[in-house]
T-cell receptor
Framework: TQLLEQSPQFLSIQEGENLTVYCNSS?????LQWYRQEPGEGPVLLVT?????EVKKLKRLTFQFGDARKDSSLHITAAQPGDTGLYLCAGDPRTSGTYKYIFGTGTRLKVLA | ETGVTQSPTHLIKTRGQQVTLRCSSQ?????VSWYQQALGQGPQFIFQYYREEENGRGNFPPRFSGLQFPNYSSELNVNALELDDSALYLC????????????FGQGTRLTVV
């Protein structure tokens, strides 16, 4: 069974602080996506990383895919209250024609003003 | 807004009953995936439909079934509801293929009492 573990599970920080969220697995994924989910809403895609070692930036968010494509990180610089939400990583295991995603357990971030 | 619509948004059912949840996919998307998200957890893959046929299934019992219609909309049916079926049910539409972006609906919150 392929699992994605995220850490930390919960994070409460002050506005302006930096943070990093980790997504780890013992399995290799062909790609990895990061989503943000707000209460009462479905997950919204932030980024997809495909190549081992790939780094993508989205404003104050920096995403990295591990060289071995088993892990990923999300770094937020100068967090703002609008960054509050549940951050989910999801990996594509690329198994036998089923295009599904394995989701991590999530990191719940709260940014205090 | 993703263009993926789910109905109803909230539902309360009694243990043993049956329920049907609906999803209208984003225009042009031919693949629909259903996920179950328990409170405090990441989404778990239930199954995926492509061209009106099931195209992969997660670790869910047969009482979870689905349909996809010619216009690519989809239904999720759950028979003999159990208390543990209480969750947010998410529908995601996409184009068939790897590394394609999936767009999620806002979900249906099902409570089984």
């Amino acid at each position: 069974t392929q699992l994605l573990e995220q850490s930390p599970q919960f994070l409460s920080i002050q506005e302006g602080e930096n943070l990093t969220v980790y997504c780890n697995s013992s399995s290799v994924f062909s790609s990895l996506q990061w989503y943000r989910q707000e209460p009462g809403e479905g997950p919204v895609l932030l980024v997809t990383v495909v190549t081992g070692g790939e780094v993508k930036k989205l404003k104050r968010l920096t995403f990295q895919f591990g060289d071995a494509r088993k892990d990923s990180s999300l770094h937020i610089t100068a967090a703002q209250p609008g960054d509050t939400g549940l951050y989910l990583c999801a990996g594509d295991p690329r198994t036998s024609g089923t295009y599904k995603y394995i989701f991590g357990t999530g990191t719940r971030l709260k940014v205090l003003a | 807004e993703t263009g993926v619509t789910q109905s109803p948004t909230h539902l309360i059912k009694t243990r043993g009953q049956q329920v049907t949840l609906r999803c209208s996919s984003q225009s042009g998307h031919n693949t629909v995936s259903w996920y179950q998200q328990a409170l405090g957890q990441g989404p778990q893959f239930i199954f995926q439909y492509y061209r009106e046929e099931e195209n992969g299934r997660g670790n869910f019992p047969p009482r979870f079934s689905g349909l996809q219609f010619p216009n690519y909309s989809s239904e999720l049916n759950v028979n003999a509801l159990e208390l543990d079926d209480s969750a947010l049910y998410l529908c995601a539409s996409s184009l068939r293929g790897f590394n394609t972006e999936a767009f999620f609906g806002q979900g249906t919150r099902l409570t089984v009492v």
